[in-house]
């Protein structure tokens, strides 16, 4: 907090990063619930979770060659205004008079392309927020926006469940456009400010290893942290059951529209969503302090619990347990991710430390992406009872795996 208010350029940036994520959770609540519509509102709502996770399965090589890039300020300026003119390209077609299916497969693959280069826009971030902010202050930076951001988020799912009353799915979309032109325009003032001041920008130093050598060097130094590697594995999985609840449950809810909404669809939805974001930022901002002398997998020990009551929840269609138990999944799975980080920077060799970060991150992102194209095809190949029914024995299996690693590294103050 303190960081963002001192620091008038990491301010800005924060503020452009934040102003995009929102725009992008109004258009996604917008396509669910248009897709939710069609006839065969399950297959397109897996499509739409399809596309919204692949390209999280490309950030280990957007974040490579953002590390490769040279004026970096200057090509997410253009990334953001490119987003910008797809999304305005979507609301032009919503205002138009395409068939439902052809429409949802058109936007599908616009907003695939505009994540895709999103991956490659957040490998740009992560270097230019450590050169906005002082060393020390770097977790500092990134854990405040990250809980803004949750908090943008919750708030802008509610706004988009009112909006989709009175507003067309092209003004929705459009004003997504808009948040990326606006967030392009502020990384361009940052930009122009600073080269007037330094041509840092320019003179980034550049890895001449290939992909696979760089991934190389940084799984070696992350497995000289006894117990780390392993610990990143199983928080990804946990990380992947929490992604995955929301898609299913959106087709479960969808096909018991009687018995499971309040209010309606759109408003369902984001409360589905708010409840695991008001717990993962309670966990980032109060879990870490409350469970400060707590092991790591302590937590995740009950995250896990934690899931497979959400599953049950949500196989017996009990709206409201499954939201309640949604929220603590959230809290702990938001307190592990901080402890897990923790870890990370006390053990490894600070010359590596941010190819080692990119390595965990990848991990973390990927697991989730797979889980989720995995169960919501599942889903839509067979019934939606199968992929819930196969979370809950996922879930149950990593609660074995934690015990399993808990009883050998208890003695280890790394996992605390």
């Known amino acids: 907090m303190i960081v963002f208010l001192r620091n008038k350029e990491y301010r800005k940036f924060s503020i452009a990063s934040i102003l995009s994520s929102a725009g992008d959770i109004l258009f996604y609540l917008a396509l669910m619930t248009y897709a939710s519509r069609l006839k065969n509102y399950s297959l397109a709502l897996s499509l739409i979770a399809i596309s919204e996770s692949i390209p999280r399965l490309l950030s280990s090589f957007g974040g490579y060659f953002a590390d490769r890039t040279n004026n970096k300020f200057s090509k997410i300026v253009w990334l953001a205004m490119i987003r910008g003119a797809l999304y305005l390209l979507v609301g032009f077609l919503f205002s138009q008079n395409i068939a439902g299916w052809n429409l949802v497969m058109t936007v599908i693959v616009i907003n695939f392309i505009s994540d895709t280069l999103g991956t490659y826009s957040s490998g740009l971030s992560t270097p230019l927020i450590v050169d906005l902010v002082k060393e020390d202050e770097v977790g500092e930076a990134e854990g405040f926006t990250t809980g803004v951001s949750q908090v943008i988020t919750l708030i802008s799912q509610f706004i988009g469940s009112g909006l989709l009353l009175f507003m067309s799915y092209s003004v929705l979309a459009a004003i997504n456009g808009l948040t990326f032109i606006v967030a392009g325009l502020i990384y361009l003032s940052i930009s122009r400010k600073r080269h007037k001041h330094t041509s840092q920008d320019k003179v980034q ?47 479960v809810i969808a096909g018991n529209r009687q018995t499971m909404l309040i209010g309606t669809y759109s408003f369902t939805i984001a409360l ?61 799975a938001g307190t592990a991710s901080p402890k897990l980080t923790q870890w990370l920077v006390t053990t490894v060799d600070r010359k590596i430390l941010a190819s080692s970060v990119g390595l965990i991150n990848t991990v973390l992102l990927v697991v989730s992406p797979l889980m989720t194209t995995a169960f919501t095809t599942l889903s839509a190949a067979t019934h939606v009872n199968y992929a819930i029914l196969g979370l809950i024995i996922l879930s149950l299996l990593t609660f074995v795996v934690t015990i399993i690693v808990m009883n050998k590294t208890k003695a280890k103050p790394a996992a605390k």
């Open 272 to 332: 589905v969503g708010a409840m695991a974001g008001v717990g993962a930022a309670l966990g980032s901002i109060a879990g870490t302090r409350l469970f400060k002398n707590i092991s790591l997998y302590l937590v995740v020990l009950l995250a896990n619990i934690a899931a497979t009551f959400v599953c049950i929840s949500i196989m017996g269609k009990q709206l409201i347990c499954c939201l309640i138990t949604y929220c603590l999944m959230g809290f702990f």
């Open 205 to 251: 130093e550049v890895d001449d290893r290939s992909y696979w050598a760089t991934m190389a060097l940084a799984l070696k130094q992350v497995k000289k942290a006894g117990g780390l590697l392993t610990t990143v594995l199983v928080i990804a999985l946990l990380n992947g059951v929490l992604s995955t609840i929301e898609p299913l449950l959106s087709i």
